[in-house]
């Protein structure tokens, strides 16, 4: 599987996912810590950051693990905690197409900030293989997550660590793709009715249901108006 970017191109999709490599190696770090405290080794550390590769259920499957959770449980958890990457694959259908072997990985390691960066149509401009740019961006930032997760494991065995709090790195993390989706976006309007329709969904359905809910209203009002914006440049 080879790449067809120049070495400056490679650079620009190293350049464009340091902010998430960042994010990715503290909280991977965080991960590895709390999963060594419950007596799960480095290689478990590897082994789930490498095929499960979800930085939100890695952290709720810790839970799962150690409360001996049955299969159905751990199914319908993981289903609830990563239902939006049905959103995200249903978007990313047109960018991906014709991606030949990429494809595959590039599907399988589509994580939230992933996602916020193959989305910045503005910096695969003057990219002369947009896929294997995509490529790329999903393959550093895998390696960032496996890196802090071995890292953490490893920290954690050798050091004791008071591990309050550790978890709320992940939300940290939204948040700042969050701002930095809002800063390069003129419009507004997606980070508007996302917000809207968790919060609403948040206060009437309650924090152990909303998500699901709260994807489906948002991808039904960014259809309608993204219908509407066609209908009139048409």
Known sequence: MKTKLSAKEIKKAFLATVPVMT???????????????????????????????????????ID??????????????????????????????????????KKPYMIYTLTDETYSLVCNDSATRAVSDKHSYYFLVSLFDHIYWVTGSVLGSLLGSIIPFN????????????????????????????????????????????????????????????IVIKKKEVSTNA
């Open 23 to 61: 994010g990715y190696l503290v909280l991977g770090i965080g991960f590895g810590i709390i999963l060594n405290t419950k007596g799960y080794g480095v290689l478990w550390a590897l082994a789930m950051s490498v095929f499960i590769y979800a930085g939100s259920m890695q952290f709720v499957a």
């Open 64 to 101: 799962l693990l150690t409360g001996g959770a049955s299969l159905i449980a751990v199914a319908l958890t993981t289903l609830m905690v990563n239902a939006r990457h049905l959103f995200y694959g249903i978007s990313m259908i047109d960018k991906y197409r014709g991606a030949g072997a």
């Open 163 to 222: 591990t309050e709090g550790i978890d709320f790195a992940l939300t940290a993390l939204f948040i700042t793709v969050f701002v930095e989706q809002w800063l390069d976006n003129k419009n507004h309007s997606p980070a508007l009715i996302g917000v809207g329709a968790s919060v609403l969904c948040l206060l009437i359905i309650g924090r152990e249901n909303f998500l699901i809910p709260a994807m489906i209203i948002i991808t039904v009002l960014l």
